[in-house]
Nanobody
Framework: QVQLVESGGGLVQTGGSLRLACAAS????????IAWFRQAPGKEREGVSC????????YYEDSVKGRFTMSRDNAKNTAYLQMNSLKPEDTAVYYC????????????????????WGQGTQVTVSS
């Protein structure tokens, strides 16, 4: 069974940076596609970024392109989301998710596609 634990959230000022981590246990993360989603109060959970299990693509939602970078360290069984130039609209609970199924880029934003989820980490960007 996949267990995902997010960390690295916090309070940061506009323009600041945070690095989120998603640590996996019980599985070899290299065999999984990984995604980051976020959910702001009163809004739907939205896909932010995803990396295929073969590492042949990394997807970014338009509003984070050029500011967020997703990566994975298979030796540490951990995925990361480096977030730079943060804006107040980035405030949300950030979740990582995984699936062992081959994931086309079109599925990165579809939350029902993903099988396993972490508990989330809060990111708050003050103006």
């Amino acid at each position: 069974q996949v267990q995902l634990v997010e960390s690295g959230g916090g309070l940061v000022q506009t323009g600041g940076s945070l690095r989120l981590a998603c640590a996996a246990s019980g599985v070899t993360l290299a065999n999984y596609s990984i995604a980051w989603f976020r959910q702001a109060p009163g809004k739907e959970r939205e896909g932010v970024s995803c990396i295929s299990k073969s590492d042949d693509f990394t997807y970014y939602e338009d509003s984070v392109k050029g500011r967020f970078t997703m990566s994975r360290d298979n030796a540490k069984n951990t995925a990361y989301l480096q977030m730079n130039s943060l804006k107040p609209e980035d405030t949300a609970v950030y979740y990582c998710a995984s699936t062992r199924i081959f994931t086309p880029q079109a599925m990165c934003r579809i939350k029902d596609w993903w099988d396993d989820w972490g508990q989330g980490t809060q990111v708050t960007v003050s103006s």
